[in-house]
């Protein structure tokens, strides 16, 4: 079997799992496609498993319950593994709400691997951009258990970056991402 060095050394770059967190409409996968276009300009390899397209695929048998968003990000690290097994930077974009899950998410990685990235966006800035008109019908009652709304999101404490979307430019953002990640 081939080794995680030796794909990094094939790849010539270290693997890493970016796990972007944040309310819905921060701008989470906006900001992970466009870091892996620029990575992927730079010859880097690289992988997004946007939790939108998990849950259309893989984890379609899954609802909203705690459990069920437990098993939702339990898989997306699972999957994010493999491709880090193979020298990937993965970049996992989901909103992954409290802080135990995400505790449990960087226990999984070595420390060195695994790098937590806050989106931060204010809930009226999420609102008014709404992409999928998900909070209109979260405060309209046709969603129940809507992060953000009727359900709590919890800030990470000690994320290894911070961006903010309500006030840094999305390409300015792009290029924080890209900085971390090449920082070794």
């Given at each position: 079997?081939?080794?995680?060095?030796?794909?990094?050394s094939?790849?010539?770059?270290?693997?890493?799992?970016?796990?972007?967190?944040?309310?819905?409409?921060?701008?989470?996968?906006?900001?992970?496609?466009?870091?892996?276009?620029?990575?992927?300009?730079?010859?880097?390899?690289?992988?997004?498993?946007?939790?939108?397209?998990?849950?259309?695929?893989?984890n379609?048998?899954?609802?909203?319950?705690?459990?069920?968003?437990?098993?939702?990000?339990?898989r997306?690290?699972?999957?994010?593994?493999?491709?880090?097994?193979?020298?990937?930077?993965?970049?996992?974009?989901?909103?992954?709400?409290?802080?135990?899950?995400?505790?449990?998410?960087?226990?999984?990685?070595?420390?060195?691997?695994?790098?937590?990235?806050?989106?931060?966006?204010?809930?009226?800035?999420?609102?008014?951009?709404?992409?999928?008109?998900?909070?209109?019908?979260?405060?309209?009652?046709?969603?129940?258990?809507?992060?953000?709304?009727?359900?709590?999101?919890?800030?990470?404490?000690?994320?290894?970056?911070?961006?903010?979307?309500?006030?840094?430019?999305?390409k300015?953002c792009?290029?924080?991402?890209?900085?971390?990640?090449?920082?070794?």
């Amino acid at each position: 079997m081939v080794g995680k060095s030796e794909w990094e050394s094939m790849n010539g770059h270290k693997g890493k799992v970016l796990w972007f967190t944040g309310l819905s409409g921060s701008g989470k996968s906006t900001l992970a496609t466009a870091t892996e276009k620029e990575l992927f300009q730079r010859g880097i390899r690289c992988v997004v498993l946007d939790g939108d397209q998990l849950r259309s695929g893989i984890n379609r048998d899954l609802g909203f319950t705690d459990e069920d968003r437990r098993e939702n990000l339990r898989r997306a690290a699972e999957i994010a593994s493999l491709f880090l097994s193979v020298g990937f930077i993965v970049l996992v974009p989901m909103i992954s709400p409290s802080s135990e899950a995400r505790s449990a998410i960087r226990q999984r990685f070595e420390p060195e691997t695994y790098m937590e990235i806050y989106i931060k966006c204010s809930i009226e800035e999420c609102e008014r951009r709404d992409p999928k008109g998900l909070y209109r019908k979260a405060r309209s009652g046709l969603i129940k258990q809507f992060t953000g709304i009727d359900s709590l999101y919890e800030p990470p404490l000690e994320a290894e970056l911070t961006v903010d979307t309500d006030s840094e430019p999305i390409k300015q953002c792009v290029q924080a991402l890209v900085d971390l990640i090449l920082r070794d």
